[in-house]
């Protein structure tokens, strides 16, 4: 789902023909020289008045305007609903309470500290309505001192909490910094450390999922989920509101997914996240994708190719046309394979244009574009504009649809390489899905030069790894290793130690299966030929199968039986059975 972008407050203000775009810009400059908001600036200057920039701000934000100044709105106020001392503190008014939830008058609503706060103190929900601040601190202070029991306190008693580091003219879902976080508060701090631990972890996701008693923290570790310990239950709604502040998307919408982005420095690199919200039974479930930019520029040796098969990989993405396809299902590294790819083509004497869903990693030196089809940017539109900008290399992120597949196809046959991906099983089913999609056999059959299918596999730890002194026959057997082989080769089976926590592995490489269309398997494509001949005609040409692939990294004691085994595609296995689940 496309992220909506959230207007800044001086353009709302110039687009209402209350302020100049001249004067914005100049304000601007001051606002950040002094350290003061841009709203305080501009009504000190005299371009807006509070409640001009309060009604722009509270447009910015999505939510309502009371204006304390009038009967109507200072009618709404009930001091009693919230104690003295966070009204007094923090600045807040609470307006009234329906369903459990509060109603409160805040005249900053892109002070985060203070939000996080609130909602670490107060012991129910709320929502948010935007004031002007000086109305609120006179009516706290004069109007509302007797209701408070504070007499003549004045609005200078007020001790208003006030985050300098967050400029309310800028849109909160960028430059989310663990750096610049107040350390005041707790759900701040338990947030970042939970991130924090996650990556210097080496998770590749962080899935946030609130249970009946408790909030669920698992960090996926290898492609194996972890639970880590987990916060309790009153902090629920705090912890989930704090990262959709950080992903840049509606708080206050809870009944529809929502996709956005966190970027934060830890460690001294600059890691991003794919932030997802899902609405579940016992409240928002929200994953975080840890996206490593250092993870395409490992090289391909480092994925897992055999030697044979980097050679190949090799020759196939220098070919000046044609269609490499990567198959899978999610999550098996076919965007990595892909990337790593480009990395090494990425070199000015070619133009690399990408079509993305979403943009996950950042290359300098090629153009990468975003498919947003709220706008209407979809694939079919981005390749067409693509291909009229001269592109060498073409990357699509998925192959969907008949549309997509048939652009892709005709960029093939005049004269470019196309990257892309397509969910199937294996290599000789991606034949058989691209006609199945409507595509005609004879594009097919002609414009494909290779298709690779892949899955991950954990790699044994190397610090705690050791010789299996009685491997499993039965499982050796289901991975087509022989006695011979056994005793010439060397199969590990996994520990645990300190280095893997306990795991036995630590880190994953891909196994792959690469079929290179010749004349036989062409003919098949045309023929329509089922998937079974297809596949008996790429083993003839030399493919190796998945679990072939995986069987090598078994024999040279860099995973074990059962590891392959479950990825593999092995009919018949369970791994139940031998309490590999």
Known sequence: ?????????????????????????????????????????????????????????????????????????????????????????????????????????????????????????????????????????????????????????GPDSIDVTVDKSVDSSVDSSIDSSIDVDAGDSKIVRLVNELIVEAVRGRASDIHVEPRDDRVELRYRIDGVCHVRQSPPKRNQSAILARLKLMAGVNISERRIPQDGRIKLPIDGAQIDFRVSTCPAYHGESVVLRVLRPDSVQIGLPSLGFEPDNLELFNKIIRRPNGIFLVTGPTGPGKTTTLYSALNVLNEPNRKIITAEDPVEYNFNGINQVQVRDSIGLTFPLILK?????????????????????????????????????????????????????????????????????????????????????????????????????????????????????????????????????????RELAFERASISKIREAAIRGGMRSLLGDGKLKILRGITTPVEVARFAQIEGFDPSEIGAA
Not at 399 to 407: A, S
Not at 423 to 429: G, L
């Open 385 to 521: 504009a693509m291909l009229r900008q001269a592109p060498n290399v073409v990357l699509v992120g998925e192959i969907r649809d008949r549309e997509v597949g048939d652009i892709a196809i005709q960029a093939a046959l005049t004269g470019h390489l196309v990257f892309s991906t397509l969910h199937t099983n294996d290599a000789p089913s991606a034949i058989t899905r691209l006609v199945d999609m409507g595509i005609k056999p004879f594009l097919v059959a002609s414009s494909i030069q290779a298709i690779m299918a892949q899955r991950l596999i954990r790699v044994l730890c190397p610090k705690c790894k050791r010789l299996d002194p009685n491997p499993d026959r039965k499982l050796l057997s289901l991975v087509n290793i022989s006695e011979e082989e056994i005793a010439g080769g060397e199969i590990h089976e996994a520990v645990g130690c300190a280095a893997c926590n306990g795991n036995g592995y630590r880190g994953r490489m891909a196994i792959f299966e690469m079929m290179v269309m010749n004349a036989e398997i």
């Open 1 to 153: 789902m496309a992220r909506k972008v959230r207007k800044k407050l001086g353009e709302i203000l110039v687009a209402d023909g209350i302020v100049e775009e001249s004067s914005i810009a100049t304000c601007e400059t001051e606002a950040r020289e002094s350290g003061k908001r841009l709203g305080e600036v501009l009504v000190e200057k005299g371009f807006a008045t509070e409640i001009q920039v309060g009604s722009s701000l509270a447009r910015q934000a999505g939510m309502d305007f009371v204006d304390l100044g009038t009967a109507e709105g200072s009618g709404q106020v009930d001091l009693s609903l919230v104690d003295e001392e966070i009204v007094r503190k923090h600045c807040v008014i609470p307006l009234s309470s329906e369903s459990g939830r509060l109603r409160l008058l805040v005249h900053d609503p892109m002070d985060l500290e203070m939000l996080d706060l609130l909602r670490f103190r107060l012991p129910q929900e709320f929502d948010l309505v935007v004031g002007v601040k000086s109305q609120m601190m006179d009516w706290i202070g004069e109007g509302g001192a007797a209701k408070l029991g504070g007499g003549e306190a």
